[in-house]
């Protein structure tokens, strides 16, 4: 059996109490939900909730058929499945010590695509928007200078878009449970 990170999307009626469910269903399988993050989507009183959770393929899929029966939710996807594109949001608050700190760490900034948004005389915090491998390093670069806060949005997701007709390359789309015209567009294409 395979044991891997799987990045997850359940979409569920804005009802009171549906993300305790869906958490609870986790805890009582023994499962750790490392990144967690919910929003409404472009759907009124319909919210979407990406989470990371490690385990073996098969204990997963069994979670996905577990999460479609619960009562408020709509779709369930594994975008580990196929393609998909993932961003998280971190804020870093890095010490300056002194000019040719805060230079260096400007230039770092801009290497990064990261955005200062407060400056003081003795901090600095970073904006910095990327999958998880760039939020990573940038905090590695930052460490020689000293990080004082972090905080992290946890990753959101989505399958990417299916190319068109005639073009080469992959499917496309996660696989769903509980949708059966994402199964069939999965096998067809």
Do not use: C, W
């Not at 058929?65 to 998280?88: A, C």
Request: aromatic share 4%; proline share 3%; charged share 30%.
């Amino acid at each position: 059996m395979s044991v891997r990170r799987h990045v997850m999307s359940v979409t569920v009626r804005d009802q009171p109490g549906a993300l305790v469910r869906i958490a609870a269903l986790f805890a009582r399988r023994g499962y750790n939900i490392e990144s967690l993050s919910v929003a409404q989507t472009h759907e009124a009183g319909v919210s979407r909730t990406t989470f990371v959770v490690t385990g073996e393929d098969a204990h997963v899929e069994q979670m996905q058929k577990q999460l479609q029966k619960l009562i408020d939710v709509i779709k369930v996807i594994d975008h580990s499945e196929g393609p998909y594109v993932d961003r998280e949001l971190m804020l870093i608050k890095v010490a300056v010590r002194n000019p040719d700190d805060r230079v260096e760490m400007r230039q770092i900034a801009q290497d990064f695509r990261a955005r200062i948004i407060d400056v003081a005389r003795d901090a600095l915090v970073f904006e910095v928007t990327g999958d998880e491998a760039k939020t990573d390093a940038f905090i590695e670069q930052m460490r020689t200078f000293g990080v004082l806060d972090l905080i992290r949005t946890g990753r959101v997701a989505l399958p990417r878009t299916a190319p068109r007709a005639g073009a080469t390359g992959s499917n496309g789309a996660g696989a769903a449970v509980g949708d059966d015209r994402t199964a069939s567009r999965t096998r067809a294409a």
